[in-house]
Every structure is written in C-alpha cells, then in structure tokens.
C-alpha cells in the first residue's frame, strides 16, 4: 500500500501525486498516519455507533409499544431493519473503491446519516401524539415517515461504517513491521470504543426513551451523529490516504479472471506456465492463457497477481457461508431477550426500574471488559509463543467466539427454561403483564457469554476480511464481514417467521406468543444451540484448510 500527503491533490476521494507514487511513504508518513489520526477516526465512529444503536436497541419497544405491532413482528422488522442495514454496507464499499473514494464516501454518509436522524426524531415526536385508535390517516403518514427515516439511517450507515473502519485501518502501514503490529491493536481498540459508545447509549438512551419521551431519546442521537460529522472533519489535515497503485477497476480486474477461465476452460496449461501460481482452484489458472479472438488477434492476459486476487476472494465464500449462522445467534440479544427481561423483576429501587433494553449493555460490559485483557495480556503472551503479530490467527480467533456461542444459547435456553417454571410455580402464566418474581439478574450470564464471544469473534471478521481481500478492495472487505450479520438478521426473521407459522394458529400458542409465559423460547434457544454447534465443527474444518492470501508483484 502506498500513502501520501493529505496535502497532495484529491480526486474520487484519492489523494493524487504530481510526482511519482514512489517514496511517497516514506516522504510522509511522518507527517500523517498513525495513532492521531487513528484518535478522530474512532472517536468520530463511537459518536455514530451511540446513535445507530441507540435506535436498535429499543426499537422493538417501541414497534410493540407505541406503533402497536406484536411481539412476532415487531421481532421480524427489527431483524429485516437490522439485516439491511448490515448489507448496505456492500454496496457502500463497492461505490467507495470503484468510484468515491473512502473519505468521499464517508463524508457524504454522514451528510445522510444527519438528515436520516433529523426526520427520524422528527416522525417520533410527531406519532407520540397519535395512536392507532385517532388521527388515523395522518397518523399512516407519520408511520410511513418513520420507515423512510429508519431505513435512511441504514442507507447512510451503509456507507459510513465499512469506509471509516476501513480509513481508520489505512492509517498503519501493514509493511512496517511496528506499524503492523499498530494495526492489529487498532481493531481492537476499534470495536471496544464501538462498545463503550453502545454501553453508554444503553445506559442513557434507552432510560430517556422509556422513561422520559421517544422524540427526546430521538433528539440525543442526532445531535451525536451531528457532532461525529464535525470529529470527523477536524482530523482531516491529519489523515494517511491510501492511492491505487493500479489504474483499473479492481471489480473489471478481477471479474476478468473469472471471464476469461471460462473462455479458456478446454485449453491445457503448460506445466512451465505456473511460475508462482498457487494451486488451489486450478481452474483459475486458465486465465493467464492467451487465447487468439477469431479475428486472429490475442486477448489481453490476465496477471498473476490478478489470478491470485480472484483466488483470495473466492477462498473467503466457505467462511462467509459457514458463519452466518453465528449472525443468526447474535440477533437475539435486540430482539427477544429484551421482551424476556421486561417480564422480569427490574427493580433496583422502588421507584426505579432497570429498562429493559438497558440489559444489552451487559454484553457491552463483557466486549469491553475482554478486549483490554486480550490485547494487553494474551497477545503478548501468545505472541512469545507463536511469533505471529496478533498472537493467534484470525482465523483461531474467529472460531474461539463459535465456540462460545454454542455454550451462549445453551445457558440461554436454560435460563429461559428457568423463567417459565418460575411464571408456572406463581400461577402467572396467564398473566403477561404480571411480573415473574424471578431477578433480572439471571439474564446476566447468557449476555456476558455474547459480550466475550463478541469480542473474539468480530474483531477477527474484521481484520481477516480486511486482511484477505486485495488492497484496492478493502472497503468491501470491511463489508463483507458486516453482512455477515446482515444476512444473519434475515435468516434470523425468515426463521421466526416460519416457525411462528409452525407452531401458532388453531387454538395454539407459538413458540414466539405474545404472552411469552405461554411461548417456547427456549425451544427456539435450543434449535440455534443446535445449529451452532453444527456450524462449528464445519468451520474447523475449513478454517484448518484455508490458504492466507500473499501479495504477488
């Protein structure tokens, strides 16, 4: 990767040399880069991260609250709004690395994102005044305004996360051996300052918006991503820009590859022909052919470090695939574990109730707490073992947080057993809106063990997928661990909505009834218990044969 000034001429979002790219790194890297502008850049991306979790976070309260929807399909919004917020994010890094730029990209997310929240708080404050039962028609506009605000806010976080976390990584020189290790401590710092800003707003949002007024919850993440914008402008003479150091469309170079395999699929490679190709879908190989047209002339040559790009993208889909079971599992926390937590004792003092959603801020507690132990302590200690920077491969890393995962919805699943006999031993199953002398207290566990499975596991997508993908393309790197999660998010609906189907109707009670004392959550808890534990052990299994991309020049 090259770097220059953030002085020099910019142009899609790219600073440009008037001289030659060459020695530009060392020319300027000490004038830009590192941990300062790194500080503006996650500071910039806690302010966004409050704000956007400050909306998932309760959301379901609210769509069952004021909004009037069930328990099923406020569960199933929630996810389809969470599932498209984190595919966005694909189209955001495509739209960075082919045509804007990041920091482009970034600043005209933000520009969205300001005014998705403005309309936002806004159509909150307006339906607080208007229920169902009057106003009905003006109160359809208003629900509709909701919506549009809601997924504005996904269509600009779409661009801004997987670019600024993209940026934010560009800041260390992954060939400088210092820097590189700079860079594997920036992803961890990264995601634990996301949490500390998704504990705060945990902790403050959601009392606001429970306790206080929706439009006013509303109002404080506003003003939040507004001051992100303004972080993120003010460290902008301080920032690294990466340049491309190959004027072609990274998606037409490696989209060739694939083209011109196929073109060649009969043609035999010569044994001499390989050079430093790798062996691993072979049938790539066939792309470094020249192949005469019919009119006699030679197609243009696919390089070998374009072959190997392909191959490196390709080598990602067997882990993407295999993991999105863990983005089903992580959806749960928003959803239905906060609607179990509202039917619990919350009571810290007598007038005082912990909200529900609040409870998420324990997984938060875990995240943080686990990250400073792991980079602090473990890397280190592991490193003197195994020389690798990180102390464990990303990969390693990944599937300690799978592993965790199975043991999470495991202790969920009993702890959702737990509350049912308690509802049953009381008389108050048929009393949903009694509440289970049962603390709240004894959903701290299942979130704790989301809190560090979380702390290993994403901090892993993100470095290895921005890792393994080709420099030019480390936007959509960035992306593709977030969708993930975003596909995760619709399975998750696709799945609720199916069993829903399943087991209600005809004089029964679904597993997801709205009375959750007459429901089976913990049926479902152990169903994904099941599916994780499947996951898993397929995981190994590919994470042991995976092949870790190398740079060809």
Not at 149 to 172: E, I, K, M, W
Not at 514 to 542: E, K, M, P, T
């Amino acid at each position: 990767m090259a770097f220059c000034s953030p002085n020099s001429d910019v142009e899609n979002g790219v600073p440009l040399l008037k001289d030659s790219v060459d020695g530009c790194s060392d020319q300027y890297r000490g004038k830009g880069g590192g941990w300062r502008s790194a500080y503006f850049i996650i500071v910039a991306e806690m302010a966004e991260r409050f704000a956007f979790q400050g909306i998932g976070s309760n959301l379901i309260t609210y769509l069952s609250g004021p909004l009037g929807e069930s328990t099923a399909t406020a569960a199933e919004n929630v996810n389809t709004w969470f599932g498209t917020a984190r595919l966005l994010p694909v189209f955001g890094g495509f739209v960075a690395d082919s045509f804007l730029g990041r920091y482009r990209t970034i600043v005209a997310s933000s520009v969205i994102y300001v005014l998705g929240l403005g309309l936002l708080t806004l159509s909150v404050t307006l339906t607080s005044d208007c229920q169902n039962t009057s106003c009905s028609g003006n109160y359809q506009f208003k629900v509709i305004l909701f919506f549009f605000s809601l997924y504005l806010v996904a269509l600009a976080q779409g661009g801004h996360r997987p670019c600024l976390q993209a940026f934010g990584a560009d800041q260390f020189d992954e060939n400088d051996p210092e820097e590189s290790k700079m860079k594997s401590s920036f992803f961890n710092w990264w995601y634990c300052g996301l949490c500390m800003a998704t504990l705060c707003t945990y902790l403050v949002t959601s009392y606001i918006q429970d306790n206080i007024n929706w439009g006013l919850g509303f109002g404080v993440l506003f003003i939040s991503v507004s001051l992100a914008f303004i972080v993120l402008l003010l460290g902008a003479k301080t920032y690294r820009f990466s340049i491309r150091t190959n004027e072609k469309n990274p998606f037409w170079r490696i989209g060739k590859v694939f083209v011109a395999a196929i073109r060649n699929h009969r043609a035999t490679i010569p044994a001499v022909a390989l050079g430093e190709v790798s062996q691993q879908f072979k049938f790539l190989n066939k792309a470094l052919l020249v192949v005469p047209s019919g009119s006699g002339e030679h197609a243009e040559v696919c390089s070998i470090s374009d072959v190997e790009e392909a191959k490196a993208i390709l080598r990602l889909a067997p882990i993407w695939t295999i993991s999105l079971i863990y983005g089903i599992v992580l959806s749960q926390p928003a959803t239905f574990y906060t609607k179990q937590g509202a039917t619990m004792d919350r009571s810290v003092t007598p007038s005082f109730n912990i909200p529900p959603a609040s409870l998420q801020s324990l997984l938060t507690l875990g995240i943080v707490v686990t990250v400073p132990i792991y980079d602090w302590i473990f890397v280190p200690i592991a490193r003197s073992f195994t020389g690798k920077p990180a102390g464990i491969t990303t990969l390693q890393r990944i599937g300690t947080g799978m592993f965790l995962s199975v043991i999470h919805m495991v202790v969920a699943a009993l702890i959702e057993m737990k509350r049912r006999h308690t509802a049953e031993e009381h008389g108050l199953v048929d009393h949903p809106n009694v509440t289970i002398p049962m603390s709240v207290c004894w959903l701290m566990p299942q979130y704790l063990i989301c809190g560090v499975s979380e702390a290993f596991s994403m901090v892993g997508f993100q470095e290895f997928f921005y890792d393994q993908v080709p420099t030019e393309l480390r936007s959509v790197g960035v992306s593709l661990y977030l969708s993930i999660f975003g596909v995760g998010s619709f399975l998750s609906s696709f799945l609720i909505s199916a069993i829903e189907k399943a087991t209600g109707g005809a004089g029964h009670h679904s597993w997801f009834a709205n009375n959750l004392n007459r429901g089976h959550l913990d049926y479902f808890y152990w169903l994904l218990a099941l599916l994780s534990a499947i996951s898993f052990f397929v995981y190994l299994q590919s994470a042991k044969s995976f092949i870790y991309r190398r740079e060809i020049n």
